[in-house]
């Protein structure tokens, strides 16, 4: 596509569920990252993905967070047992060499955990 | 860890008036990145700095990266009301990391 995606644009869910965001990076990018905004606040590193080397998953900030890159493209972020404080908007981000380039971030998904 | 530290955090300026925005690092940086983010959007690269003591300019816009690469400052003349949004840096030394961002609010 001609920029990053990522769905659901807004998810409802309530306390304990688990929620799955997804991201399409620019095709051919080979460094993706996740972050994470609470209303007003900066972008919280969570973790980022650089071709076929191990993810590097030092921002998560608990075993609750996971996230996967499926053949180098899509990546998907899962959060086990939501809490209220999950609640924030996660945005996705994709470059083409990783920090030496701009990074282009999709709009985001906006989680509220009820 | 690499910390990039941001300020101030908020800054409310009168339209015409300048605004300046700092960005230090606890680490030297091989590069910098400023983006802006507009109220309900995402972040937007802006710029890349790369060499010790660069100064770019964009418009109404100026950054400059330190001697020592481990500072860097975003200065705006004479704002405007779309300048409105907060503004980040980002300092990338092997891995790249965001600071707190600056939130510029525009009187008209």
């Known amino acids: 596509g001609a920029g990053v995606s990522q769905s659901p644009s807004n998810k409802v869910t309530e306390k304990g569920k688990d929620v799955e965001l997804r991201c399409d990076p620019i095709s051919g990018h080979t460094a993706l990252y996740w972050y994470r905004q609470s209303l007003g606040q900066g972008l919280e590193f969570l973790i980022y993905?650089?071709?076929?080397?191990?993810?590097?998953k030092s921002g998560l900030p608990s075993d609750r967070f996971s996230a996967e890159r499926t053949g180098g493209s899509v990546s998907t972020l899962t959060i086990q047992r939501t809490q209220q404080e999950d609640s924030a908007v996660y945005l996705c981000?994709?470059?083409?060499?990783?920090?030496?380039?701009?990074?282009?971030f999709g709009p985001g998904t906006r989680l509220t955990v009820t | 860890g690499q910390q990039v530290m941001q300020i101030p955090q908020y800054q409310h300026v009168q339209e015409g008036e300048d605004f300046t925005t700092y960005c230090n690092s606890s680490t030297t940086l091989s590069n910098i990145q400023w983006y802006k983010q507009r109220p309900g959007g995402h972040p937007v690269f802006l710029i890349q700095l790369v060499k010790s003591g660069e100064v770019k300019k964009q418009k109404r816009l100026t950054f400059q990266f330190g001697e020592a690469k481990k500072n860097s400052s975003l200065h705006i003349t004479a704002t405007q009301t779309t300048d409105v949004g907060t503004y980040f840096c980002a300092g990338n030394n092997n891995d790249m990391r965001f600071g707190a961002g600056t939130r510029l609010t525009v009187k008209p």
């Open positions: 981000a994709s470059s083409s060499w990783t920090g030496g380039y701009e990074q282009y």
């Open positions: 993905f650089q071709g076929n080397s191990a993810p590097d």
